[in-house]
């Protein structure tokens, strides 16, 4: 089945510093990829629609310049948090879509914690 | 933003029970999808719903996709312990706009007692 992995799966920063979590579909290629943020006991919320070869969508209230998103190859996708801080700190799940079927496959998610 | 409403938030039965959670929507889907969320990971894709009126099963979980498609529901018959977690919806839209993005509902969290 469709595999999507991201890394790392935990990360603990102190705040300012930025952090970069990757997405990669393993055995598909996926011409668009979405980030989720997710709190803790509440639902996963849309942030961003990575598009391979061109510029991310940001959905509203996102701030594009602290979340840099790239999208660089039919695989992978990168999440960066630019000056973190103790609010940033969540849960972020990515999603690659399957170019051939447009179904969407999960990520296991990545913990950041920030101090 | 955009938000299903997804009931009920939280349900707490015996072993061997039926268990029923749905969702509703101000607007109309293409895709209903239904995920199963573990603590710490990632949703898993549990059944995918692709037309109006569609009733789809996997195993012992049964949805359907409202006649409306602004609408769906969930069925777990006989739950084990291992159901335990938290269950998604969520609506899928493709367009001129849209990309194939996915809203989720609240979540049903589901506790089974042995």
Redesign the interface.
């Known amino acids: 089945g469709a595999v999507?992995s991201?890394h790392p799966s935990w990360v603990i920063c102190k705040s300012g510093t930025s952090v970069k979590i990757e997405c990669r579909s393993l055995d598909f290629q996926a011409t668009?990829m979405?980030w989720y943020r997710q709190f803790p006991k509440?639902?996963?919320?849309?942030m961003a629609?990575s598009?391979e070869g061109s510029k991310a969508?940001y959905?509203?209230?996102v701030e594009k310049d602290k979340f840099l998103i790239n999208h660089a190859s039919l695989t992978l996708s990168t999440l960066t948090v630019t000056s973190a801080h103790p609010e940033d700190s969540s849960?972020y799940?990515c999603?690659a879509?399957d170019s051939r079927d447009?179904?969407?496959?999960?990520?296991?998610?990545t913990?950041l914690t920030v101090l | 933003?955009q938000?299903l409403n997804q009931s009920p938030q939280s349900m707490f039965i015996q072993e061997g029970e039926d268990v029923s959670m749905n969702c509703t929507s101000s607007s109309i889907f293409n895709t209903w999808l239904w995920?199963k969320q573990d603590p710490?990971?990632?949703?898993?894709?549990l059944i995918?719903l692709y037309k109006a009126g569609e009733l789809t099963s996997n195993g012992r979980l049964t949805a359907q996709f409202g006649i409306t498609r602004k609408d769906s529901f969930l069925n777990i018959s006989a739950s084990i312990p291992s159901d335990v977690g938290i269950y998604?919806c969520a609506g899928q839209l493709y367009g001129s706009s849209n990309?194939?993005?996915?809203?989720?509902?609240?979540?049903t969290t589901l506790q089974v007692k042995p």
């Not at chain 1, 509440?42 to 849309?46: C, F, G, P």
């Open positions: 999507v991201q668009t979405f509440q639902s996963l919320m849309l629609t598009n969508t959905e509203q209230g849960f799940i999603s879509r447009f179904r969407q496959y999960f990520g296991p998610g913990r | 933003g938000q995920y710490g990971e990632g949703p898993v894709l995918a998604f990309t194939g993005k996915l809203i989720f509902g609240q979540g």
